[in-house]
Structure formats: C-alpha cells, structure tokens
T-cell receptor
Framework: GDSVTQMEGPVTLSEEAFLTINCTYTATGYPSLFWYVQYPGEGLQLLLK?????DKGSNKGFEATYRKETTSFHLEKGSVQVSDSAVYFCALIFYGGATNKLIFGTGTLLAVQP | DAGVIQSPRHEVTEMGQEVTLRCKPISGHDYLFWYRQTMMRGLELLIYFNNNVPIDDSGMPEDRFSAKMPNASFSTLKIQPSEPRDSAVYFCASSLRRGSSYEQYFGPGTRLTVT
C-alpha cells in the first residue's frame, strides 16, 4: 500500500545551520505531497505542498521539491532558527483517488540550539 | 475564520469512565477526521467522515470507541469505558476536497489522561 518514510530524529542543529529532513514515498499513482509542522503543544499545520512532479513547495524559508524519479520530497531550509524547533511530518494523498485520506510519516523532531 | 475547534483541551478521568471529545470543523468543509497521537504509536487515523457519513473506521481500536457526526458542524468521539492505554492527544481535522486541494486543517487537540 501507499506509505511514507522519514528520517528518524531527533535532528539537533545550531542556529543558522542548513537543514535537510529526508522523506521518500511509495505510491501506486500520482500523489500530492505535503509537509506538516507541529509546534510544542499544538496541532499540525500545513507547511508546504506540491501536487505534481518537479513542483517546488515553499513557505517560511522551507522548500521541498517533488522528485518522481527518486520518489522523494526532502525538506530543506538554508538557515534554521530556534523558533523552527518542532516535529515535521511528511505526508501524501493519492491524487485522483476516491478518498481524502492523508498518509503520514512518523515525524522528525527538530531541535535548534542558540 | 475560527479554525477547527476542539473541546475540552484537557481531560483527566478515571479508568472505567465515559469520555466524550467534541469537534467543530471549519464551516463549509465536507471531510472530518479523528486522529490519535502517542509517543509509542505516533499519529494514527481513527475514523473519517464525508458529508457527515463515516467512510473509514478501520483505525478505531476497538468497540469501546465510537464516533458520530450528527450534522456538518459537530462531531463527537466517545470512549466507553476508558482505560489508561487510551491516554493520548486526540486531534480533529477537517478539509474541503476541491480539485487537487486536499489540505487538512487540524484543531489544537484534546489531551486525555486516564488514571
């Protein structure tokens, strides 16, 4: 079945460091891909999305490119801040499917130290 | 827009008691989802509704759990009787399926502790 695999955390970085969180997926069709972020004590918020191959989603300095050839959607940020400390979830929905069911990865905890 | 509203935000109850969690989705959204999040199991989809009709309840752990959506603006998740292993954060989310837009909007969650 469809699935998402994320790199395990925690990822600990110093402020202004470069961030990469890996995400790969398995899907039988052409999913839309998402990154959600969960700040401490809060619900998940959509960070960015891409709906087709080679699309680049971006928001708040974060970027991810939908790579169909490698079935990947890695999250990157050039310079992280302490306020970026959160759990990041990669997710997919099977585009054109009959359901509206997100499939999430297990989440990656990011801790940014000053 | 008010966003997804959940109540209560925190619930502490004793084993064996009935617990009811409530959710008000974003107005106009046609999908509603209930999730459970724990350290051990991560984020799990319990059930979701489309136009108030349950579509997939395969994630509901057992018969002690039930969910209803009597109208487009209200849903409940009930646990009867509750057990300590039900302790978790329960999230409600809603979305509007429109073209390729499948964005789900999450509520702040209800932190349930069963002692």
């Amino acid at each position: 079945g469809d699935s998402v695999t994320q790199m395990e955390g925690p990822v600990t970085l110093s402020e202004e460091a470069f961030l990469t969180i890996n995400c790969t997926y398995t899907a039988t069709g052409y999913p839309s891909l998402f990154w959600y972020v969960q700040y401490p004590g809060e619900g998940l918020q959509l960070l960015l999305k891409a709906t087709k191959a080679d699309d680049k989603g971006s928001n708040k300095g974060f970027e991810a490119t939908y790579r169909k050839e490698t079935t990947s959607f890695h999250l990157e940020k050039g310079s992280v801040q302490v306020s970026d400390s959160a759990v990041y979830f990669c997710a997919l929905i099977f585009y054109g499917g009959a359901t509206n069911k997100l499939i999430f990865g297990t989440g990656t905890l990011l801790a940014v130290q000053p | 827009d008010a966003g997804v509203i959940q109540s209560p935000r925190h619930e502490v109850t004793e084993m064996g008691q009935e617990v009811t969690l409530r959710c008000k989705p974003i107005s106009g959204h046609d999908y509603l989802f209930w999730y459970r999040q724990t350290m051990m199991r991560g984020l799990e989809l319990l059930i979701y509704f489309n136009n108030n009709v349950p579509i997939d309840d395969s994630g509901m752990p057992e018969d002690r759990f039930s969910a209803k959506m009597p109208n487009a603006s209200f849903s409940t998740l009930k646990i009867q009787p509750s057990e300590p292993r039900d302790s978790a954060v329960y999230f409600c989310a809603s979305s509007l399926r429109r073209g390729s837009s499948y964005e789900q909007y999450f509520g702040p969650g209800t932190r349930l502790t069963v002692t």
